[in-house]
Structures are given as C-alpha cells and as structure tokens.
C-alpha cells in the first residue's frame, strides 16, 4: 500500500468506478450483491451495491439506476465504456446476496437475496460479461473490496476471516 | 421524496410518541426482567437515506446483536432491536446464569440464542402491543428473527419493503441505556421502528390526524 492510494466506498443502492492504483469497497451486504465489472487492461473497474432484482418492483416515479440489477448494470456499463474500457473485455465478479433471516413466509421479498443474484447473472448473460468467480448465498454479511491491478475481490466476513476470490 | 412532503410537525410529534409509548414499555419490561434500571432517551423520528439508517445503527460494518420482526395487520412495517456485543452478552448471562457464555466468541450455545430470542421477542411484543392499545390497529409480530453480523447487512433487509417506493426512510429510534453507578454513559441498545410506506396514513388516520394528499 502506498499513501496515493484511495479507497472508494460505495454506500448501499450505490454505484462508482475506480482506476488502479485505487481500489473500490462496499460493506454490509446481506441479502444486497455487490457486483464488480471490470477492464484488466486498462486497470478499470465498476462496483453496484445491488438492493433489489428488477426496476418494476419500483412503486415511484423516479428511479435510482443503482438500486436495481436491471439498471445498475447497463449503467455501470455505459460509465466504464465512457472512461475507455471495451466492452468485449468486461469480466465481472460477485459476492453477496445472502438470507439473513428465515421467515417462513409467503411474502417473495422474503427470499430477495437468491433473486438478486439470479437477476445480477441475467443482465450479465445480456451484456456477453463473463463472471469469472462467486461467492454468494449463506447467511453471512459481506464487505468486498476490489483491486483493478490485481483483479482480486477481497472478501470479510465476521467469522470466517477474509478470503479472495 | 415526494412521499414524505405533506408529513408535518404535528405528524413527526405523534411518530416520537408512537416511540416513546413503545420502547417506553419495552424499557419497562427490561428492567423487570433484568432487575435493573433501565433508561430510555427521548426518541428520534428523522428522514434518513439508506446509509444514513445504516449509520445510526452503527455502520455498516458495525458487528451487533440484532432482533429482527416483521409487524403485521393493519399497519405493516419491520422492527429492529440493535444491541452491542458485550451488552447482548451481559443480558444473556444475567438470564440464563452461564455466565462462560459469548456472543463475542462464537460459536454461541443454542440456550444462549434462544435466551437472546426470547428478551427480543418479549421487548419487542410489549413494544408492539404499547403501539396497538395507542392506535387502536391491530398489530401482530411476527417470530423474531436473531442476527450476529454487521449492522448493514442486517438492517438493510429491513428496508427492502420501502426501497420500491423510496431511497428514504422515516425510522423511530429510541436507545435505552442501562442506568449505571459505574457511571457508563455508553448506549446500550437501539429499537428501531420502520413503518412501511403505506403504513404512515394508516397511523395518522388512527389518530385522527390524516396526511393532506
């Protein structure tokens, strides 16, 4: 670590990029997924603090493009080709999306955290973005924390230490 | 935002009493269980972003004992009662006896848990039913959920139900604290009390002041 290096934070229905040597974080997801697309080659990576699977849940008019897996991602997308990445290079990785609570109830919001993944794979199907590695599900809170140089998404947990993938 | 703009300060008023009536009994039945002075401050009804609420909490990353329930009937909404680690700790040693148990140092036992569960289930039940004599609604919890983690990941499972409407929430916090001789300050513990969107006319209208729409 040197001193020129800065941590960016995204907050919850959040998004950002960073450029290496900078890295990118986001803390306490639960049933949220933390997704990062990245460019290796020009050390660029997005990260989207993903609340919910699909913008039609949206009850207002306005919409936060980086609440939703269906808009987060195109967002995310467009910034980065804004600042140069190549969209036939874009890797992605992901954690979160966990169940933090067992209701045992009818209610499908109940269950949101296998749903945001599974819509967060969906729009990457869509954009051709390979997902290179996962860690998702569980019952456990995640922070992450990206690398554009090392392409290495760190990931704490409360118990289970820090792990990379 | 638009949703919260015909909110007034008549209406934040009857939310703070809606808090103080709730964890007031809530604060009631600790000490009772304890045997202990309990202390509650005076509640906080804000507007909060997401981060905000999460904030207030303690941070994200913040490690606490959390008890989580889903209010519903007439008016639905979720509930959080937040505590420290060595506070969750103390409260389940003083109830079951064990005094070897930890919520710092898991794996925690299974009676441990439950003890935990239980105080959340009582507090949060004479919370909620101190709410249902004042409003008049029927309210019903549901089991409450125990969570050891960090804050962001548990409390923004309580918001998924307003993040559809709203990047806003409008939360009832109240911290009680232990009234202690050892002159410990600290908070101890948070309730925190999030109606869902609709809920807010349906409490209002109880109470006979409706929102102007």
Redesign the interface.
């Known amino acids: 670590m040197n001193s020129s290096q800065t941590v960016v934070k995204v907050g919850i229905a959040d998004l950002n990029i960073v450029r290496s040597p900078n890295t990118i974080r986001t803390s306490g997801l639960g049933s949220c997924v933390g997704v990062v697309i990245y460019d290796e080659r020009i050390r660029l990576a997005g990260l989207a603090h993903v609340m919910l699977p699909d913008s039609n849940l949206a009850k207002g008019k306005e919409i936060n493009k980086a609440k939703f897996a269906d808009t987060a991602i195109p967002e995310l997308v467009e910034r980065m080709k804004r600042e140069g990445a190549g969209a036939f290079r874009l890797k992605a990785k992901m954690a979160g999306g966990a169940q933090m609570f067992h209701f045992n109830s009818q209610n499908d919001l109940m269950r949101i955290g296998p749903r945001n993944v599974d819509a967060v794979k969906q729009q990457l199907k869509a954009f051709n973005i390979q997902l290179l590695s996962e860690d998702v599900g569980g019952n456990r809170g995640r922070t992450i924390e990206f690398d554009p140089q090392t392409t290495m998404l760190e990931i704490r947990t409360v118990n289970k230490g820090v792990h990379s993938i | 935002m638009?949703?919260y703009k015909n909110i007034k300060t008549i209406h934040l008023d009857i939310l703070k009493e809606i808090g103080n009536i709730g964890a007031g009994h809530a604060a009631t039945a600790l000490s009772s269980l304890l045997n202990r002075k309990i202390d509650m401050k005076v509640p906080d009804v804000r507007v909060a972003?997401?981060?905000e609420m999460?904030d207030l909490a303690g941070?994200?990353?913040y490690?606490a004992v959390s008890v989580?329930l889903?209010i519903d009937g007439d008016a639905k909404g979720s509930m959080f009662f937040v505590l420290p680690l060595e506070q969750a700790t103390y409260f389940v040693q003083k109830i079951t006896g064990d005094d070897a148990f930890s919520f710092t140092t898991?794996p925690c036992s299974e009676l441990g848990l439950s003890a935990m569960q239980e105080v959340g289930n009582i507090l949060s039940g004479s919370y909620l039913s101190a709410l249902s004599d004042f409003t008049g609604l029927n309210l019903y919890p549901?089991?409450p959920?125990l969570?050891?983690?960090?804050?962001?990941?548990?409390i923004?499972?309580g918001?998924?139900?307003i993040?559809?409407?709203?990047?806003f929430v409008i939360v009832i916090d109240t911290a009680l604290k232990e009234m202690d001789v050892s002159a410990n300050e600290a908070i101890k513990g948070h309730f925190f009390l999030l109606p869902d969107?609709e809920a807010f006319q349906i409490i209002f209208r109880s109470l006979g002041v409706p929102l102007n729409e």
């Open positions: 638009s949703f972003s997401f981060d999460i941070g994200a990353e490690v989580f889903r898991p549901s089991v959920e969570s050891v983690d960090m804050v962001g990941a548990m923004s499972f918001l998924i139900e993040s559809q409407l709203s990047d969107p």
